[in-house]
Nanobody, 130 residues
Framework: EVQIVESGGGLVQTGGSLRLSCATS????????IGWFRQAPGKELEGLSC????????YYTDSVKDRFTISSDAANNTVYLQMNNLKPEDTAVYFC???????????????????????WGQGTQVTVSS
């Protein structure tokens, strides 16, 4: 059984930091990319960042690349999202998802929201107060 479990969300003040964790099981970590997404109230799902479980290559969308850092611990099948300098507009439910890497291990799909990532977690709430 595949399990994707996010944790680490919470309430933080503007300018604060949080580190989200995405614990995976039931997948071959090194065959997958793990992506982070978020959905704010009344808004569409937004892709943020992804990392290759095979070689650690990363991708960031422009909106977060200067503040968020994705990393992985392959030994524990876990991916992290370090979020710094948080803003009220970062308030959202944050999800991680897993999908198989492309041929040759590439992540051509990045965090496109129209790409069908295979497995999703239930999400963790991040609230940034002003």
């Amino acid at each position: 059984e595949v399990q994707i479990v996010e944790s680490g969300g919470g309430l933080v003040q503007t300018g604060g930091s949080l580190r989200l964790s995405c614990a995976t099981s039931g997948i071959v970590f090194t065959d997958n990319a793990i992506g982070w997404f978020r959905q704010a109230p009344g808004k569409e799902l937004e892709g943020l960042s992804c990392i290759s479980g095979r070689d650690g290559r990363t991708y960031y969308t422009d909106s977060v690349k200067d503040r968020f850092t994705i990393s992985s611990d392959a030994a524990n099948n876990t991916v992290y999202l370090q979020m710094n300098n948080l803003k009220p507009e970062d308030t959202a439910v944050y999800f991680c998802a897993a999908t198989l890497l492309g041929m040759n291990g590439d992540m051509w799909f990045q965090v496109r929201t129209d790409y069908p990532y295979d497995y999703w977690g239930q999400g963790t709430q991040v609230t940034v107060s002003s």
